[in-house]
């Protein structure tokens, strides 16, 4: 930004004429009901004249202003005196002047900066706005759009940029703007965009972005255990079981599972996970057991499959190394500040391998448990969509990093490729089958109405739509009538009082379908999948009515955590 300030240097003068001939509640009317309040503290990056940083100490907020422009920040002090505002000499991307204060901010503000900064150095802009960001905080940006003036290194902005830098660091873009130049240039527009770091309040969410930003890392084991955690969260948290001491307990032996499937893709790919590594050398869970498991796909890596002989072995003496990687490394070295494991290990001794493997909570729990503490649990849950896309950044980061150490570069599209976690495509075969089947021996109903089905009109619905929340579970998938499903529930979540009015026909479909089918695996796998992937199913002993509940249960967290429109078809 050297050219930049500059600029600015030499054309203070006219700089300062312009700025303040237009107030700053003109233009940054958009802002004012985001505003925290007084007293707040508030960065205002790229300050300029100071008329921004005087109108919100105006409003009680104590402001700390950053600008490089010596000329600039001295013609600021002079038209705007106030004890409530603080000039510091620094600039993006680095902000290290302002970092060594140790302080966190309530709102950052950025009028005019952001097309100053070269695109290569945005990432790392942007991380340092995260980091000097409270819980809960506001980003604000304006973005200038209009020609390029070399002189003043303008370079072009757009909003999906900053949306995507959003997700990347676990954070959200609440509010959008666009308005015309307030100085009447015609060929220059502006959009106005608020960034929200989100907060649960419970420290949670600071914790995560700790580990996952500025925590020191080796290797990529500790975002994998997140990750890993993420995934059970979003999918299987029925496996998860409350214990007394304010902690989920995890099977080790899921997280497992999913450390490998998570490396599998990226070993494959050649993708280093350490400085030292460059495909799979040098990484503790990666032995003769791991090896033995190159011709199983990672989609067969999840709960419910089962393996016979001549697999089980190698499965679970992967398994075994991989928890003991695991325990070993990130969840041990995974520590509060002040000392002590944030996710602690228990394990039973000595696991026994059986001669098959089903894929199912007694044998994931055989491992052990990994301890995750009740509220950290709960925003793996409620901000999955935040936290997961930050881990997958960082994730990137580190491995183009890995590689550049070693003198080799890697596609963006071959890390894209490898770090997605791939489901199971879209499949109801099982579940028009079983449809079939019935309606050659009795009478089946459309779930939501009750109208009698035919070979013609049948549907498989998805009960919590794919799109929003991808399960093919067997209880996930129901009859319906096909105009029903596909003119009127669509991609909507079934609402409360439309789901009692079908609980019955809901039940009788799960019974007749799946537990009393002609296929002796359809019961145990409905049952097996019902337990991993909703919540409170964790005995033994579950009926119908259990699942039903359940499903209830999961229809509220989808309809506030994820926002999906919900269908309450009209009497």
Not at 220 to 247: F, M, Q
Request: proline content about 6%.
């Amino acid at each position: 930004m050297s050219d930049a300030i500059r600029w600015y240097d030499h054309n203070v003068s006219d700089v300062s004429h312009r700025y303040e001939s237009v107030a700053a509640e003109t233009v940054h009317g958009w802002l004012v009901d985001l505003l925290p309040n007084a007293p707040a503290l508030i960065l205002d990056v790229g300050a300029g004249t100071g008329r921004d940083a005087a109108w919100l100490a105006t409003r009680g907020l104590e402001v700390v202003a950053v600008e490089p422009s010596g000329a600039m920040r001295n013609e600021a002090q002079r038209l705007h005196p106030s004890a409530s505002i603080r000039w510091i000499s620094d600039s993006l991307p680095s902000l290290d002047q302002v970092l060594r204060l140790g302080l966190s901010f309530d709102l950052i503000l950025l009028s005019a900066v952001w097309m100053h900064v070269p695109p290569a150095d945005r990432a790392r802009a942007f991380r340092k706005l995260v980091t000097l960001l409270k819980p809960g905080g506001c980003i604000a940006i304006t973005l200038r759009h209009g020609p390029a003036e070399t002189e003043r290194s303008i370079h072009a902005v757009s909003q999906a940029e900053i949306e995507g830098l959003a997700r990347a660091h676990g954070a959200f873009v609440e509010k959008v703007t666009d308005s015309q130049d307030e100085l009447g240039r015609e060929a220059v527009s502006w959009t106005q965009l608020a960034v929200r770091l989100p907060d649960d309040g419970s420290g949670a969410l600071p914790l995560l972005r700790h580990i996952i930003l500025n925590d020191d890392k080796s290797s990529t084991y500790k975002l994998a255990l997140l990750r890993a955690l993420c995934r059970i969260a979003d999918g299987a948290s029925g496996y998860a079981r409350d214990t007394e001491d304010d902690h989920v307990a995890v099977p080790l032996g899921l997280i497992g599972l999913y450390w490998i499937r998570l490396f599998k893709p990226l070993l494959a790919a050649g993708l280093p996970q350490s400085p030292a590594n460059q495909g799979d050398e040098q990484l503790g869970f990666v032995k003769e057991a791991f090896r033995n498991l190159s011709g199983v796909s990672h989609l067969d890596l999840r709960i419910g499959m089962f393996f016979g002989a001549d697999r089980s072995n190698a499965l679970h003496a992967a398994l075994r190394d991989a928890c003991n990687t695991i325990t070993r490394m990130p969840a041990h070295y995974m520590t509060y500040p002040g000392g002590g494991p944030v996710l602690p290990v228990r394990r039973i001794g000595r696991v026994s391998r059986p001669e098959n493997i089903h894929l199912d909570g007694n044998y994931l729990f055989s491992f052990g448990e990994l301890l995750v503490p009740r509220h950290l649990w709960r925003a793996l849950q409620r901000f999955d969509v935040w936290i997961e896309p930050a881990l997958i950044s960082e994730w990137s980061r580190l491995m183009n990093g890995y590689a550049a150490r070693q003198g080799r570069t890697i596609s963006e599209a071959k890390i894209a490729t490898a770090m997605t976690w791939s489901e199971p495509s879209r499949d109801v075969r099982i579940a028009r089958e079983q449809a079939v089947r019935l309606l050659e021996s009795k009478k089946l109903q459309c779930v939501w109405t009750g109208q009698a089905l035919s070979a013609e009109s049948l549907d498989v619905d998805h009960c919590f739509p794919w799109a929003a929340w991808p399960c093919d579970d067997l209880w996930n998938l129901l009859p319906a009538h096909r105009t029903v499903n596909q003119n009127q529930k669509r991609e909507k979540l079934p609402g409360i009082e439309l789901l009692r009015s079908a609980q019955a026909r809901i039940q009788e479909w799960w019974d007749q379908g799946f537990l009393r089918a002609n296929n002796q695996l359809l019961p145990e796998r409905f049952m097996t999948e019902a337990k991993a992937t909703l919540p409170m199913l964790e005995h033994n002993d579950v009926r119908l009515d259990d699942v039903f509940a359940a499903l209830s249960l999961q229809q509220i967290r989808l309809k506030h955590d994820q926002q999906i429109p919900v269908w309450e078809p009209q009497p």
